[in-house]
């Protein structure tokens, strides 16, 4: 079975495949200047969320994981051709190949719902940037009972930090 990371995994190894020279996960620039070196046309993968899991209409006793992913194209500024133009270019190109892509995952991934392309332009300076989102579900082991460890059981109304949770039971051995 999948684990979260081996989805992402396998969506930036495709979307390498269609030939984007630059394809990376949830990227954090801490400056302008790396964003300088960034080599264009590039899709970031961002995963924007994280649905309830559910079991899989499979039966195969997996759970769903659906998630909404978008995935940023962008084009340099600074480049010799017109960035408007080559941005809306690898938006369509990127949207129309996210269409019934599976991420050569097979039967563990379900089709992406809710394709759509957005332009985002003016939100990372020096680039033309489009958005393509969607929906997305993929098969994951359910978590074993023995996988995870409660400590016990924590109330917080309103927290504002961690400080703010007070036990209130605690796990009988």
Not at 12 to 29: D, M, R
Request: hydrophobic share 40%.
């Amino acid at each position: 079975m999948l684990k979260a990371s081996d989805y992402i995994d396998a969506v930036i190894e495709t979307v390498k495949s269609w030939g984007i020279p630059t394809v990376l996960f949830n990227p954090e620039f801490i400056d302008e200047d790396e964003l300088k070196n960034l080599v264009t046309p590039a899709v970031l993968v961002l995963c924007d969320s994280m649905g309830g899991s559910e079991f899989s209409p499979s039966g195969s006793g997996s759970l769903l994981e659906p998630v909404d992913i978008d995935l940023v194209c962008l084009i340099a500024k600074s480049r010799k051709e017109d960035s408007a133009r080559a941005a809306f270019n690898l938006a369509s190109f990127v949207k129309r190949r996210t269409t019934g892509c599976r991420w050569g995952l097979g039967e563990m991934c379900f089709n992406p719902t809710k394709i759509t392309a957005m332009n985002a332009t003016g939100r990372i300076k020096g680039f033309t940037e489009w958005h393509v989102s969607f929906h997305q579900g993929f098969e994951l082991e359910p978590v074993a009972d023995d996988d995870i460890e409660i400590n016990g059981i924590y109330l917080g109304i309103n927290p504002q930090s961690d400080d703010d949770f007070e036990l209130i039971g605690e796990q009988d051995e």
